[in-house]
Antibody, heavy 116, light 112 residues
C-alpha cells in the first residue's frame, strides 16, 4: 500500500533553515511527480511546490519561491524540501503528496514552528 | 494564479439530508484538448490529511461512497453529498490542477 512519511519538522527561529524529508513506499516512486502542500494551524491548504518524476521540472508557489528548494532522490525513494529564510507565516503542517492526475495520496504531515 | 472560491464557508445539515458545496474558479479549468475539467474535491477530518474524493470534476476515487458526487464545468462546480452520514462531518476543499495547484478556502460540514 502507498505510504508517505514526512520527517524533519520542528522549532526554528525566524530567518533559520530546516530540511524536510518524505520517505515513499508501496509504489514506483520514480514514476510520479510529487508535491509539498502545507496547512497553517486552523487554516486551509496551500500548495507550495511540485517536482517532476525525473526531477528536471520544478514549480513553486510565489510565497516560497527563492526561499524553498524541492528535490528528490529516486534511488532512495525520497522527497525533500529545503526551507531557508523562514518566517512566522511559514509555520504549518507540511504534507508530501503523490501526484497521479492530482494529489492522490498524502502523508500524515510534519509540523514546522517558527518562533524566537 | 487561479483563485478558487468556495461557498458557503460552513453548513449544517440534518442526517440523511442533502449537502451541497459550491466552488468557483477565477478562470476556466476546462482543458479544450481533452475536454476535461481539472478540478478535484478533498475531504479532511480533524487530525488527518486530506483524502481525495473526486477528480476530473465528477469521477469518484476508488472506494468513495456513491453518495458523494461532483458536477459542473468551466468555472462553476458543485460537490453534493446526497444523504449526509455522521462520518461525513469534515472540511471539504476544491482544488484546481489545471495550472499548478490551488485550493479553495474550505467548507466545514456539520450535523444540524
Amino acid at each position: 500500500q502507498v505510504q508517505l512519511v514526512e520527517s524533519g519538522g520542528g522549532l526554528v527561529k525566524p530567518g533559520g533553515s530546516l530540511r524536510l524529508s518524505c520517505a515513499a513506499s508501496g509504489f514506483t516512486f520514480s514514476d510520479h511527480y510529487m508535491s509539498w502542500i502545507r496547512q497553517a494551524p486552523g487554516k486551509g491548504l496551500e500548495w507550495i511546490s511540485f517536482i517532476s518524476d525525473s526531477g528536471t521540472s520544478i514549480f513553486y508557489a510565489a510565497s516560497v519561491k527563492g526561499r524553498f528548494t524541492i528535490s528528490r532522490d529516486n534511488a532512495k525513494n525520497s522527497l525533500y524540501l529545503q526551507m531557508n529564510s523562514l518566517r512566522a507565516e511559514d509555520a504549518a503542517v507540511y504534507y508530501c503528496a503523490r501526484e497521479n492526475i492530482t494529489s492522490d495520496y498524502w502523508g500524515q504531515g510534519t509540523l514546522v514552528t517558527v518562533s524566537s | 494564479d487561479i483563485v478558487m472560491t468556495q461557498s458557503p464557508d460552513s453548513l449544517a445539515v440534518s442526517l440523511g439530508e442533502r449537502a451541497t458545496i459550491n466552488c468557483k474558479s477565477s478562470q476556466s479549468v476546462l482543458y479544450s484538448s481533452d475536454n476535461k475539467n481539472y478540478l478535484a474535491w478533498y475531504q479532511q477530518k480533524p487530525g488527518q490529511p486530506p483524502k481525495l474524493l473526486i477528480y476530473w470534476a465528477s469521477t469518484r476515487e476508488s472506494g468513495v461512497p456513491d453518495r458523494f458526487s461532483g458536477s459542473g464545468s468551466g468555472t462553476d462546480f458543485t460537490l453534493t453529498i446526497s444523504s449526509l452520514q455522521a462520518e461525513d462531518v469534515a472540511v471539504y476543499y476544491c482544488q484546481q490542477f489545471f495550472s499548478t495547484r490551488t485550493f479553495g478556502q474550505g467548507t466545514k460540514v456539520e450535523i444540524k
